[in-house]
């Protein structure tokens, strides 16, 4: 299962790096990604990334700003935020996509989400 | 961008059938995927691919979809099924994962 790390109170304009650690299968074989929710709304995606890190897209809201990257070896998906907004407060959600493919399947592993809050 | 739609709200008596709707253009050519989240977890996939359903998941829970709409029928609905309900697709064509917005489902 994902466990993220890294959220935290954040000024706006600042930037703030988001970690996931996978533990207990092959990481190299799956797409992941970022997910985010504003506490009592809706699911919003982020970010995702290929197994080999060919692939990566992004979220309407976030491109240009945010970079995902990852780390096999390591077993690591990050998420770099940089000129952070307000509208960025949310949990933020490490999920695996249950395939190799990037946007073949549903996500069938999520982490239990980082907090960050953006705020003056 | 695309645009999956859901209504607000669901409410059902214990034992009822619960039936939620995801609408989106060409839905059809789109693989639809549906999460529960109960508050405080993180989201977990209950129909994928549509109509599949995940092992561990009950045979109460299934998926369809006819045209631009995907459904996600819940049948002798629990307590403990009161959750928030979110339908997923992948947008080839901006190559974007999109959630629509979610229908919290109340059990009278």
Redesign the interface.
Known sequence: QPVESGGGLVQPGRSLRLSCVVSGLNFDMYAM?W?RQVPGK????VA?ISWNSEKK?Y??SVRGRFTISRDNAKQSLYLQMNSLRADDTALY?CAKE?MMGF??????S????TLVTVSS | SYVLTQPSSVSVAPGQTARFTCGGDNLGGKSVHWYQQKPGQAPVVVVFDDSDRPSGIPARFSGSKSGSTATLIISEVEAGDEADYFCQVWDRSFDQWVFGGGTKLTVL
Request: proline share 0%.
């Open positions: 990604h997910v809706g699911l919003e995606w995702g897209a979220g309407d959600f249950r946007g073949e399947t549903h996500f069938d999520w982490g239990q989400g």
